[in-house]
């Protein structure tokens, strides 16, 4: 089944504990992608990845970090977490060959508390 | 600033009836335009996007929206409402500008449908 995944689903935290959620997709999508989710303003993009070993910042990416590694996989690291990183994670994916008209795939979700 | 507006926090609609989630959009050029939807607990699912040519786009589960140029509008409509269309809509808009593939979210408007 065609989907992209993450890990763990709910995380509660302390301010200062490092912390990866992994994101993995298996439809050989070029392009992955982070957003947070929160109350009234939407998802926001965190940061985006053409290919492997290439990366972006998105318009949120304070506190945030990621590396492309491998095409399948793009985790999102948060070095020092704070409270107001505090939200809903998604992962996303897509085709780069049809253009930027591709769908993106998102992740189940990633529900983070930062104590 | 480019942005999306989903002007409605909720849209109640008796089973049955037909039922309409607004979106309007601010960006410059020709967009491309989605809809997702995000259940409870679950992640976001597409619906439909228009890309070009007829206004009127169908997608899952019995979705249709209906882009509007001159009104910036792309509208999500169906015409008998069901319960387990009660969920999170989100309108989105790819720009032409900016990183690739990024999408700009609407802040969602929950859909609630009674029996």
């Known amino acids: 089944e065609a989907q992209v995944t993450q890990n763990p689903r709910y995380l509660i935290t302390v301010t200062g504990k490092k912390l990866t959620v992994t994101c993995s997709q298996n439809?050989?999508?070029?392009?992955m992608s982070w957003y947070r989710q929160d109350p009234g303003l939407g998802l926001r993009q965190i940061y985006y990845?053409?290919?492997?070993?290439?990366?972006d910042k998105g318009d949120v990416p304070e506190g945030y970090k990621v590396s492309r590694k491998e095409k399948r996989n793009f985790p999102l690291i948060l070095e020092s977490p704070s409270p107001n990183q505090t939200s809903l994670y998604f992962c996303?994916?897509?085709?780069?060959?049809?253009?930027?008209?591709?769908?993106?795939?998102f992740g189940p979700g990633t529900r983070l508390l930062v104590l | 600033a480019q942005s999306v507006a989903q002007p409605e926090d909720q849209v109640n609609v008796a089973e049955g009836n037909p039922l309409t989630v607004k979106c309007t959009y601010s960006?410059?050029?020709?967009?491309?335009l989605f809809w997702y939807v995000q259940y409870p607990n679950r992640g976001l699912q597409f619906l439909l996007k228009?890309?070009?040519?007829?206004?009127l786009v169908k997608g899952s589960y019995g979705f249709e929206a209906e882009f509007n140029k001159s009104q910036t509008s792309f509208h999500l409509k169906k015409p008998s409402a069901l319960v387990s269309d009660s969920a999170l809509y989100f309108c989105?808009?790819?720009?032409?500008?900016?990183?690739?593939?990024?999408?700009?979210f609407g802040a969602g408007t929950r859909l609630a449908v009674h029996p």
């Open positions: 996303a994916s897509s085709l780069i060959a049809g253009g930027p008209q591709e769908t993106q795939y």
């Open positions: 439809m050989n999508h070029e392009y």
């Open positions: 990845s053409m290919n492997v070993e290439v990366t």
């Open positions: 960006v410059s050029g020709n967009p491309y």
């Open positions: 228009y890309i070009t040519g007829d206004n």
């Open positions: 989105a808009v790819r720009p032409f500008s900016g990183g690739y593939n990024k999408l700009i």
